[in-house]
């Protein structure tokens, strides 16, 4: 033990070989506003469910689906089996190790007497080591790998809401186009009904060729809204498989599209964001662990302390009894030359450190923008359909107006043909419009965390 103590001393002289002054960037910290930009008006607590609030179980039931066995959240959650791992390693490095060895042998030999000696020996020992911690760089591995850990777990949390909000939007996406392809369909046999009467005016000298073929030109028009949403179908059913990990089939529907709840807006504070992003949790997190690997790249400049025992026994033939061995020493590894890589992984590790904290602020301020620019679309789009829900009922009656005095002679066919283009387009204008406002708000809870948060995370885990 008194062999030990010059070591220690000597470990606790060296700190000033704790490596050069790393250089970082100043990035400026992002302040959130006191409040958004756009009053969305009345609000509701945000719910962890919101998918729900559609009113639509095969909606909630898709959604449920796709967390359970979409491929990008396993993977995600892939990730934090073995960054949980990482931490088990760094915190073994901590404890110390306990190894046991045993070995044995039968020989044949010549004794100093000229005659054979065959004998049998063997030897068992029982060895400890640690390396003292003098200057917390293994602690400090172990909280780099925690901080990395609970990273992965808000990426995972990040991807759930992902893969959750895509699955609504899809969805939604889905019964638009239903709904778009029941109006082509009803349509075109408003304009078979307009072709039949325009053959049969032509035949009894009513009207024009010209008309004729104006009414055979939109009844064709129409018609090819019908294929191209049906491919919009597939497609959109598709997606919604990929998402809920099967193969491409077809999606059962609940709702109709008009039946679909717009849900409330969601409340929220610029600063309550900050803990309730998942992605924002997950820079942080990045950050903590970069500024922890900084400083360990630096403590490796320090000596690294290691103690030794070992007790055992050896046996042989040729003793009388067995004898009991041991061991105890130390050792101090200080870097003298490394040909700059210590250095060179200081830099690299500010490096990083300096990425990660741009790239926080960077996600802190997308996500600021990202809930503005969600609150602005909820609200506008509520507006614009208004608009042109009001739009379609006027050319419902345009329309109406307008056939009846092509009927009774009074115009040309192109009034109605005009009235008739207007009512379609006004028509599917209500559907996407309606289609867009729904989507705005799947992105604003997206945007807003979706009750994904940081209290979320399994902290207990990583103890």
């Known amino acids: 033990m008194n062999r030990c103590v010059p070591l220690l001393i000597l470990a606790l002289l060296l700190p000033a070989c704790a490596g050069p002054a790393v250089k970082t960037a100043a990035v400026p910290n992002a302040t959130p506003p006191s409040k958004w930009r756009t009053d969305a008006g ?221 849900p409330d807006i969601p409340a929220g504070l610029p600063s309550s964001l900050l803990c309730r992003r998942p992605d924002v949790a997950e820079a942080e997190y990045q950050l903590a662990a970069a500024d922890k690997s900084l400083v360990v790249a630096r403590k490796n400049f320090l000596p690294h302390v290691r103690l030794s025992t070992a007790l055992g026994r050896s046996f042989s033939t040729t003793q009388v009894d067995p004898i009991t061995i041991w061991s105890l020493g130390g050792s101090i590894l200080a870097p003298l030359f490394q040909g700059g890589r210590l250095t060179a992984e200081a830099e690299k590790a500010g490096a990083q450190r300096d990425e990660a904290a741009f790239a926080y602020r960077g996600t802190v301020l997308t996500a600021f923008r990202e809930v503005e620019d969600a609150l602005a679309s909820a609200k506008r789009y509520d507006e614009q359909l208004t608009l042109v829900k009001a739009q379609r009922d006027t050319l419902i009656e345009t329309l109406r107006i307008a056939t009846n005095r092509y009927r009774e002679g009074y115009t040309t066919y192109l009034d109605q043909l005009d009235a008739q283009r207007g009512l379609l387009s006004a028509q599917l204008s209500v559907v996407q419009v309606r289609a867009s406002a729904l989507s705005s708000r799947v992105q604003l809870y997206q945007a807003m965390g979706g009750g994904w948060s940081a209290d979320s995370i399994d902290k207990e885990n990583a103890e």
Do not use: C, H
């Open 42 to 262: 009345p609000t509701m607590p945000l719910d962890r469910a919101w998918w729900r609030q559609f009113g639509d179980p095969v909606l909630t039931a898709l959604v449920e689906k796709a967390l359970a066995n979409n491929t990008d959240i396993g993977v995600a959650a892939s990730r934090v089996r073995a960054a949980r791992a990482s931490v088990q390693l760094a915190r073994a490095q901590l404890l110390p190790t306990l190894d046991l060895g045993a070995d044995g042998a039968r020989s044949r030999s010549v004794s100093p007497f000229g005659t054979p000696l065959v004998q049998s020996s063997g030897r068992f020992d029982v060895e400890v080591a640690w390396e003292v911690d003098l200057f917390g760089r293994l602690a400090d591995q172990r909280s780099a790998a925690r901080d990395a850990y609970l990273a992965s777990e808000a990426a995972r949390d990040a991807t759930r809401l992902s893969v959750a909000s895509s699955t609504a939007s899809g969805y939604i996406t889905l019964l638009s186009l239903d709904a778009q392809l029941k109006i082509a369909r009803e349509t075109l046999a408003a304009r078979e009904d307009s072709l039949r009467l325009a053959k049969r005016q032509f035949e009894q000298g009513y009207s024009s060729r010209l008309e004729l073929q104006q009414a055979q030109a939109e009844y064709e028009s129409t018609a090819q809204l019908i294929p191209r949403t049906e491919l919009a179908i597939a497609q959109a059913e598709n997606s919604l498989s990929l998402l809920t990990d099967e193969a491409p089939a077809a999606i059962e529907r609940g709702a109709v599209f008009d039946a679909l709840a717009e």
